[in-house]
């Protein structure tokens, strides 16, 4: 595979994080850090920061997106967001079926799917979170497992659209653990991944789709992570919430 071929993109995902006053001094020191990248860069906020993210980042090269999606334009969905309300605002992209909402929230492989639909529908690029379950890795059913999430959710997916998809391979047991998958086995999982894409259009869709590792992804790890040939950047959490740490992964990603 050809990494020239996409770009690397880093995007935090903030999380239950920052308020709006936090958020905008965060952004504010983030970027004079990144502002020579030679990856995509963008930041994942909580709703209430979103406008004052966006305020921040104005003329600088940080994207803005947020971390959930309903899949509904409007309706008695107390609390949820719609699709359509996030580009009202401005956001570029959003994540889906990050393993937290999965856990926590009731989240399905099919809920995961309808996110990303309508996230697709209102013009958003959309970061779509796989992964297994430790128990599920020590079973050897890795491959298989996340190979039917990513079917599951490009279900009517255009290989046209597939250029505002980003699959975020992350291990559900090195989310928030410290624990960390190694940089082979990153980089197998994510060339499962690829070849599910290769399967589901062709070989070209496969080589131009971003692929990101997301998993406990640090300053210290991450050259390694993003020199394999199938890991096109990184979806980060704590890691996000510290710009020098956040710049290094940054530059990682930029170097390649």
């Known amino acids: 595979m050809n990494k020239a071929k996409r770009k690397a993109v880093i995007a935090g995902n903030w999380k239950m994080n920052k308020t709006p006053a936090e958020a905008k001094e965060l952004i504010t020191a983030i970027a004079p850090l990144v502002k020579d990248a030679g990856c995509e860069v963008v930041a994942c906020v909580p709703y209430v920061d979103i406008a004052a993210a966006q305020e921040a980042a104005k003329g ?37 079926g990050h393993s937290e909402r999965r856990t926590y929230f009731g989240d399905t492989d ?34 298989e497992l996340v ?14 659209e597939l250029s505002r998809i980003i699959i975020a391979y992350e291990p559900v047991w090195a ?22 894409i290769a399967e589901l259009y062709d070989a070209d869709a496969a080589e131009a789709v971003t692929i990101q590792y ?23 959490g704590g890691a996000s919430l510290k710009p020098a740490d956040f710049a290094a992964i940054v530059e990682a990603a930029t170097k390649g």
């Open 175 to 196: 989310i928030g653990t410290g624990r960390t998958a190694t940089a082979a086995q990153a980089n197998e999982v994510c060339a499962i991944i690829r070849g599910v």
């Open 214 to 236: 997301g998993g406990s992804m640090n300053a210290g790890n991450a050259a390694e992570l993003v020199a394999q040939p199938d890991v096109d950047g990184g979806l980060i």
């Open 147 to 160: 190979a039917l999430q990513t079917k599951i959710a490009l279900g009517g997916v255009t290989k046209e």
């Open 60 to 96: 600088t090269n940080i994207h803005i997106g947020a971390e959930n999606c309903h899949w509904e334009k409007s309706g008695a969905f107390t609390g949820e967001i719609s699709a359509e309300m996030l580009k009202a605002c401005g956001v570029e992209y959003v994540i889906t």
């Open 110 to 143: 099919v809920t995961v799917q309808k996110r990303t639909r309508a996230a697709l529908d209102a013009g958003l690029t959309v970061i779509v979170c796989v992964g297994e379950y430790l128990e599920q890795r020590e079973q050897g059913i890795t491959g």
